[in-house]
């Protein structure tokens, strides 16, 4: 940050980026490059998700649905476009939760499984730092309660998971602590200690944890919120007892849930971001869930008129900005972007937003065959991506800083020559707030 060193994070997502980045330089710019590392980590989120949910659900293909929760929770929506520390820390979560609950299996490999939980452990410490590293050795240890991981081969598969998490957890560190001292220090110590027990006093105190739980709640619909339902659901036809003994992986992932939800609350600071590694194994467990058909029937139809509103008030938005009518119906938007910002016409980004309306409408005419839940999902599909293409470069205008910059340079004093340097700008001990 400005002069200072900045060492919240591991380094693994700007690795991946920069070198994404470089791949594609003969193609890209070097920014839009870079993002292509975020489809990669996400994709691998979606492949494990997905043959997870396959897997202990019993279905013969692929399962779709389970990535699409966890995709189209609202704590995902946004934060999984950015190219941020905490996109790798998803993947490796649901690389190891993959791993570790297909271990409740005799038929799959032990060595395999071991080298998968530990590779997508060290991923995630090697994006983020200690928190789903932690939460995972935490599960890991209960998961004895379970009949079905009181094995040899359970220990076997976490000795093998030991092994292969070592390069992660080690290398980076021990470079980063032959390289500076302090700022190893600043790292382990303020970056990931600090900010769970409040003393670094980093990115803002918390105010009251039932405000956290609820916002917890919120994030994670509509996936937490279908899985407890299955929950609820399977206990009243079973019971406890021949939950943990007829569905181990069902309960392990209910142990990684539980687990992090209380470190969450434990911690001094709370972040909605934070609870983004949770979707994976909550995507999972909600896959499983069967909706009444008038459950499902209202929800399709709500989403039906939501998606689609939106997605007309979109298109109309963006006709007014193209046509320098911005500031007519706009209400409170202009206080989040410039009512004075007039579109450039882009024919294949409208293209691109015609084919989405079109996919939308076939999504609607197929309604039943989806199930209200694939429709939501394919109706917010359509809302985000005629956002990201018809308005994009409204919404880049407003975060750039090319506005008060340009309003500092007309508030400078001219150079005048043989003086030094007009410097105003502040770049010592500048932090992260």
Excluded at 90 to 98: I, K, Q, S
Excluded at 194 to 206: K, Y
Excluded at 318 to 330: D, N, P, S
Excluded at 383 to 409: D, H, K, M, Q
Aim: with cysteine; net charge positive.
């Amino acid at each position: 940050m400005a002069a200072d060193p900045f060492v919240e994070k591991p380094p693994l997502m700007y690795w991946s980026g920069a070198l994404a980045a470089r791949l594609a330089s003969g193609v890209l710019p070097i920014f839009p490059g870079a993002q292509i590392a975020v489809l990669a980590w996400m994709l691998l989120a979606c492949a494990c998700v997905g043959r997870l949910a396959q897997e202990m659900h019993g279905k013969v293909s692929f399962d779709w649905l389970a990535p699409m929760l966890m995709l189209g929770s609202l704590g995902a929506i946004e934060p999984v476009h950015k190219l941020t520390a905490d996109v790798p820390q998803l993947a490796g979560a649901a690389l190891a939760l993959a791993a570790l609950a297909r271990l409740a299996r005799v038929e799959n490999r032990v060595r395999l499984l071991g080298l998968l939980l530990g590779t997508g452990a060290g991923i995630a410490f090697l994006s983020k730092g200690l928190l789903v590293v932690g939460v995972l050795s935490l599960t890991c240890l209960a998961a004895l309660m379970l009949p079905a991981y009181r094995t040899r081969r359970y220990a076997a598969a976490l000795a093998c998971a030991v092994l292969a998490a070592l390069p992660w957890v080690v290398i980076w560190p021990a470079l980063l602590w032959h390289t500076s001292h302090p700022l190893f220090i600043e790292w382990l110590w303020n970056n990931n200690f600090g900010r769970f027990f409040g003393f670094a006093h980093l990115g803002g105190e918390r105010k009251a944890r039932l405000e956290d739980l609820a916002g917890l709640i919120v994030v994670t619909f509509p996936a937490g919120w279908l899985a407890v339902a299955a929950l609820i659901a399977t206990l009243r036809a079973e019971g406890w007892r021949r939950y943990g003994s007829g569905h181990p992986e069902f309960a392990l992932l209910w142990c990684y849930v539980l687990l992090f939800v209380a470190t969450l609350l434990i911690s001094s600071v709370y972040r909605d971001v934070y609870a983004l590694p949770i979707l994976p194994a909550l995507a999972v467990l909600g896959a499983g869930v069967l909706l009444p058909s008038r459950i499902g029937k209202t929800c399709g139809t709500l989403a039906i008129v939501l998606m689609s509103t939106l997605g007309v008030f979109l298109w109309v938005r963006w006709g007014l900005q193209l046509t320098g009518y911005g500031r007519v119906a706009a209400g409170p938007i202009g206080t989040w972007l410039p009512l004075d910002y007039q579109l450039a016409f882009s024919p294949w980004l409208v293209l691109v937003a015609l084919l989405l309306s079109a996919l939308w409408i076939a999504a609607i005419a197929l309604r039943r065959e989806l199930g209200a839940l694939t429709l939501g999902f394919a109706g917010l599909t359509f809302v985000w991506g005629t956002l990201t293409t018809l308005l994009l470069p409204w919404i880049n205008e407003a975060r750039s800083y090319r506005t008060p910059f340009a309003e500092l340079r007309e508030a400078l004093p001219r150079p005048t020559p043989g003086r030094a340097p007009y410097s105003c700008v502040g770049s010592y001990g500048v932090g992260d707030f």
